[in-house]
């Protein structure tokens, strides 16, 4: 039975305040110098093409492979179909820190392993210096490849990926919701890493190559056991298998496509590394049967240089032996057909090479082959992003001729003048400018499921999403989310009697680590307020709360997009979650719910109040009259900003705490502490956690407060909780969580 989310729209103005910091695009463009320009170059975009200017990126390095900055227009000529353009833009753009010095070598630290990790930091637009989805083929990577692959990507996370990173890593055949958000949280990244795992559907072997078999002997009543050339191509697969290999080497590129197009929306040059065991372009017995795949590839490459894409492209085989191997038989070959195997086991290695390479080519990426050092291939790639010059010029008429209906594909060509250097560039793009190129979301279904699909969030409403981990002994494992709405973003329309109706559109999405959907929300909403609570609800927002069943541990992804329906503005968040298995009974928290009071509040209350429901849960039944403060309507747990001075309160749960065998109860030890921009500036005492009247001690409730002192610098925090189990003596005896929160002034 289909299972069913439960939504709630809550309209809590006391604790929701709207969001006014996100955005949409999460970078500036890299510094630029500028080297005898004859134009300023556009950054925010990259390779821009319209019918007034067509503007392209392009490397250069020396004979060693070293960057070359210091070229000037004069020294360079550029090429549209041969014909010579005159270069009206010309820039170096470096995206490297000003600040940034090379580190001599230290030994390193001993590590605990056990230590509590350090809660990741959430990159600010301007922070982002470098984007790069690293798109693994397990469409068509073998057994062999894929233990390879997944070792360097551990390797890139651990010791590659740098502050100012945004990181994706995305399977060629993972559903729609395997395009994970690009993120700086290596949590994220190590979970998809784990989710790259060998498809024995995929076209891809058990190893590089499929070892030769024995060849069987004639029957001896003279028969042949091929048959007619019909029956051959059914007995040997060979027409299958040639299809099954197209198949799916044009949807490895089609999810390459789905990939290209969700980078689009950031400004500046990004890149991807796609990791496979190769793609076939050209069939050499049947020519006619390329088409598929090099039309496939055609609109990718058109499709990576409008949106400033340069695709790397790395074999993953590594260096291979294409002779005989110890899993070769060899038994009923005479030494000629041997030698035909061989060479046609070189012919197809080759071909899959050259379908790497001639993607990277056209899009002014390189190919990475012959290599065992996969993490070495992925260095020289980031390497590669440092810099890049911007060229561009004025095209001609003919360029985006419409008369005959269709769009002919232009060539890009560059040669210069100084010697001994060499150029890689994107290989040309059809006749069509970007506004025509861009599709254009007319449709409910269209905006929404854009805007759900993107790996960015959109701010046309802004949002904020806050998914939460709990467990209930009866109904098992949640995941409780939190959306904030900002009012002021949804248009209200005027009723009679001072009511005013806004109406949106609310899609929700929970996708499992296998990208598939586990749960949904689909639904028209109406919110109608009126007076002092429409007042307040333009003030403070308000939130939709949503629960989704969660019947199977591991890393989840939740996607929500809202539109509002008159002005058709849409918004979008996701968050990431690990939903860990309490079933091996090992030591883990809940979300951490967050709220702030202001001391300054204080005031007495009575069980009057109390009825009202305007006490915190501490305040309430004591029978007598108290005094407290408010909580802050501008610090609840869905948005979470305070303000100095403000106290901070936390409360979790702690599940699977060990017992002690002589008291019956615990022996946790709780801690917290605070991180600003990656660095502790705060460490809470180590405690116990106070005895008390635990009604459920699988489920042991706990919390705390901080005061917020006045010196604390505006921007973000994050607040970790560490729990230590002392009756538990291996490495899952420490378990942490961690929620960020919001200082403004």
Same mark, same amino acid.
Do not use: C
């Given at each position: 039975?289909?299972?069913?989310?439960?939504?709630?729209?809550?309209?809590?103005?006391?604790?929701?305040?709207?969001?006014?910091?996100?955005?949409?695009?999460?970078?500036?463009?890299?510094? =630029?110098?500028?080297?005898?320009?004859?134009?300023?170059?556009?950054?925010?975009?990259?390779?821009?093409?319209?019918?007034?200017?067509?503007?392209?990126?392009?490397?250069?390095?020396?004979?060693?492979?070293?960057?070359?900055?210091?070229?000037?227009?004069?020294?360079?000529?550029?090429?549209?179909?041969?014909? @010579?353009?005159?270069?009206?833009?010309?820039?170096?753009?470096?995206?490297?820190?000003?600040?940034?010095?090379?580190?001599?070598?230290?030994?390193?630290?001993?590590?605990?392993?056990?230590?509590?990790?350090?809660?990741?930091?959430?990159?600010?637009?301007?922070?982002?210096?470098?984007?790069?989805?690293?798109?693994?083929?397990?469409?068509?990577?073998?057994?062999?490849?894929?233990?390879? /692959?997944?070792?360097?990507?551990?390797?890139?996370?651990?010791?590659?990926?740098?502050?100012?990173?945004? /990181?994706?890593?995305?399977?060629?055949?993972?559903?729609?919701?395997?395009?994970?958000?690009?993120?700086?949280?290596?949590?994220?990244?190590?979970?998809?890493?784990?989710?790259?795992?060998?498809?024995?559907?995929?076209?891809?072997?058990?190893?590089?190559?499929?070892?030769?078999?024995?060849?069987?002997?004639?029957?001896?009543?003279?028969?042949?056991?091929?048959?007619?050339?019909?029956?051959?191509?059914?007995?040997?697969?060979?027409?299958?298998?040639?299809?099954?290999?197209?198949?799916?080497?044009?949807?490895?590129?089609?999810?390459?496509?789905?990939?290209?197009?969700?980078?689009?929306?950031?400004?500046?040059?990004?890149?991807?590394?796609?990791?496979?065991?190769?793609?076939?372009?050209?069939?050499?017995?049947?020519?006619?049967?390329?088409?598929?795949?090099?039309?496939?590839?055609?609109?990718?490459?058109?499709?990576?240089?409008?949106?400033?894409?340069?695709?790397?492209?790395?074999?993953?085989?590594?260096?291979?032996?294409?002779?005989?191997?110890?899993?070769?038989?060899?038994?009923?070959?005479?030494?000629?057909?041997?030698?035909?195997?061989?060479?046609?086991?070189?012919?197809?290695?080759?071909?899959?090479?050259?379908?790497?390479?001639?993607?990277?080519?056209?899009?002014?990426?390189?190919?990475?082959?012959?290599?065992?050092?996969?993490?070495? $291939?992925?260095?020289?790639?980031?390497?590669?992003?440092? $810099?890049?010059?911007?060229?561009?010029?004025?095209?001609?008429?003919?360029?985006?001729?419409?008369?005959?209906?269709?769009?002919?594909?232009?060539?890009?060509?560059?040669?210069?003048?100084? @010697?001994?250097?060499?150029?890689?560039?994107?290989? $040309?793009?059809?006749?069509?400018?970007?506004?025509?190129?861009?599709?254009?979301?007319?449709?409910?279904?269209?905006?929404?499921?854009?805007?759900?699909?993107?790996?960015?969030?959109?701010?046309?409403?802004?949002?904020?999403?806050?998914?939460?981990?709990?467990? +209930?002994?009866?109904?098992?494992?949640?995941?409780?989310?939190?959306?904030?709405?900002?009012?002021?973003?949804?248009?209200?329309?005027?009723?009679?009697?001072?009511?005013?109706?806004?109406?949106?559109?609310?899609?929700?999405?929970?996708?499992?680590?296998?990208?598939? /959907?586990?749960?949904?929300?689909?639904?028209?909403?109406?919110?109608?307020?009126?007076?002092?609570?429409?007042?307040?609800?333009?003030?403070?927002?308000? /939130?939709?709360?949503?629960?989704?069943?969660?019947?199977?541990? $591991?890393?989840? =992804?939740?996607?929500?997009?809202?539109?509002?329906?008159?002005?058709?503005?849409?918004?979008?968040?996701?968050?990431?979650?690990?939903?860990?298995?309490?079933?091996?009974?090992?030591?883990?928290?809940?979300?951490?719910?967050?709220?702030?009071?202001?001391?300054?509040?204080?005031?007495?209350?009575?069980?009057?109040?109390?009825?009202?429901?305007?006490?915190?849960?501490?305040?309430?039944?004591?029978?007598?009259?108290?005094?407290?403060?408010?909580?802050?309507?501008?610090?609840?747990?869905?948005?979470?900003?305070?303000?100095?001075?403000?106290?901070?309160?936390?409360?979790?749960?702690?599940?699977?705490?060990?017992?002690?065998?002589?008291?019956?109860?615990?022996?946790?030890?709780?801690?917290?502490?605070?991180?600003? +921009?990656?660095?502790?500036?705060?460490?809470?005492?180590?405690?116990?956690?106070?005895?008390?009247?635990?009604?459920?001690?699988?489920?042991?409730?706990?919390?705390?407060?901080? =005061?917020?002192?006045?010196?604390?610098?505006?921007?973000?925090?994050?607040?970790?909780?560490?729990?230590?189990?002392?009756?538990?003596?291996?490495?899952?005896?420490?378990?942490?969580?961690?929620?960020?929160?919001?200082?403004?002034?």
């Amino acid at each position: 039975m289909k299972k069913r989310t439960s939504l709630a729209l809550v309209l809590i103005f006391s604790l929701f305040i709207p969001v006014a910091a996100q955005t949409q695009k999460p970078a500036p463009t890299p510094a =630029q110098t500028q080297t005898g320009q004859q134009g300023q170059a556009d950054e925010d975009e990259v390779v821009r093409i319209t019918t007034n200017l067509v503007q392209v990126d392009a490397v250069i390095t020396d004979k060693k492979g070293k960057l070359v900055t210091d070229l000037r227009p004069e020294e360079m000529e550029i090429y549209e179909d041969g014909r @010579p353009q005159k270069i009206t833009n010309f820039s170096y753009v470096s995206t490297e820190s000003a600040t940034e010095q090379p580190v001599a070598a230290k030994p390193a630290a001993p590590v605990d392993k056990n230590a509590p990790p350090v809660p990741p930091v959430r990159l600010r637009p301007e922070e982002v210096r470098r984007t790069i989805a690293l798109v693994v083929d397990d469409l068509g990577l073998s057994f062999e490849s894929t233990h390879f /692959v997944r070792e360097a990507l551990k390797k890139f996370v651990d010791q590659q990926v740098q502050p100012g990173d945004l /990181v994706a890593i995305i399977r060629t055949g993972g559903g729609m919701g395997a395009l994970q958000q690009f993120t700086s949280d290596k949590r994220q990244l190590y979970a998809a890493i784990e989710r790259v795992k060998w498809r024995f559907q995929g076209r891809g072997g058990v190893s590089a190559f499929a070892p030769l078999e024995a060849k069987a002997e004639s029957p001896t009543d003279g028969t042949s056991l091929a048959g007619n050339d019909d029956e051959k191509g059914n007995v040997n697969g060979t027409d299958i298998d040639q299809f099954r290999e197209e198949i799916f080497s044009v949807g490895t590129l089609g999810a390459l496509n789905y990939v290209v197009r969700g980078m689009r929306e950031l400004p500046g040059r990004k890149s991807i590394l796609l990791l496979s065991d190769g793609i076939q372009i050209f069939n050499r017995d049947d020519p006619s049967r390329s088409s598929r795949v090099l039309e496939a590839l055609r609109r990718l490459t058109d499709l990576a240089n409008r949106a400033s894409v340069v695709i790397y492209a790395m074999d993953a085989r590594g260096l291979q032996t294409l002779g005989l191997t110890a899993a070769d038989s060899t038994s009923g070959y005479s030494a000629q057909e041997l030698e035909t195997k061989m060479q046609e086991r070189r012919d197809d290695f080759f071909e899959s090479q050259n379908g790497l390479n001639y993607l990277a080519q056209q899009t002014g990426g390189f190919f990475v082959r012959n290599t065992n050092d996969l993490g070495t $291939g992925i260095k020289r790639v980031l390497d590669d992003q440092k $810099g890049y010059y911007l060229i561009g010029y004025r095209p001609d008429e003919s360029t985006f001729d419409k008369v005959t209906g269709r769009r002919k594909f232009h060539k890009f060509s560059i040669k210069l003048k100084r @010697p001994g250097l060499n150029v890689r560039t994107r290989s $040309g793009f059809y006749g069509i400018s970007n506004e025509e190129a861009v599709p254009q979301r007319h449709t409910r279904e269209e905006q929404l499921l854009g805007a759900l699909t993107s790996p960015f969030a959109s701010g046309g409403v802004h949002l904020r999403l806050t998914p939460l981990f709990g467990n +209930d002994p009866k109904e098992g494992s949640f995941v409780r989310s939190l959306l904030h709405i900002n009012a002021r973003d949804l248009t209200f329309t005027d009723e009679p009697d001072d009511w005013h109706k806004a109406v949106m559109d609310v899609f929700a999405v929970t996708f499992g680590d296998n990208g598939m /959907v586990v749960d949904h929300v689909d639904r028209i909403q109406t919110v109608r307020v009126r007076g002092e609570t429409y007042k307040r609800a333009l003030d403070t927002g308000f /939130v939709f709360m949503f629960t989704v069943p969660i019947k199977k541990p $591991g890393a989840y =992804q939740l996607r929500t997009a809202l539109r509002d329906t008159t002005s058709e503005h849409v918004g979008s968040a996701s968050q990431f979650i690990e939903v860990p298995d309490l079933k091996k009974n090992r030591l883990t928290l809940s979300g951490i719910i967050v709220n702030g009071v202001d001391p300054s509040t204080k005031r007495k209350v009575t069980d009057k109040d109390t009825e009202s429901g305007t006490l915190t849960a501490s305040a309430q039944s004591n029978g007598a009259e108290e005094e407290i403060a408010d909580a802050d309507p501008h610090a609840g747990p869905a948005m979470r900003t305070f303000r100095h001075g403000m106290r901070l309160q936390y409360n979790y749960l702690i599940y699977n705490a060990q017992l002690d065998k002589a008291t019956g109860g615990p022996q946790v030890q709780t801690q917290m502490r605070l991180f600003r +921009d990656g660095k502790e500036i705060f460490a809470g005492r180590v405690q116990p956690l106070p005895p008390g009247n635990q009604p459920d001690l699988k489920r042991l409730m706990a919390g705390g407060a901080v =005061q917020l002192g006045t010196d604390m610098t505006p921007g973000e925090y994050i607040l970790q909780i560490i729990v230590t189990d002392s009756l538990v003596k291996d490495k899952y005896r420490t378990a942490t969580q961690w929620i960020d929160f919001e200082i403004v002034k």
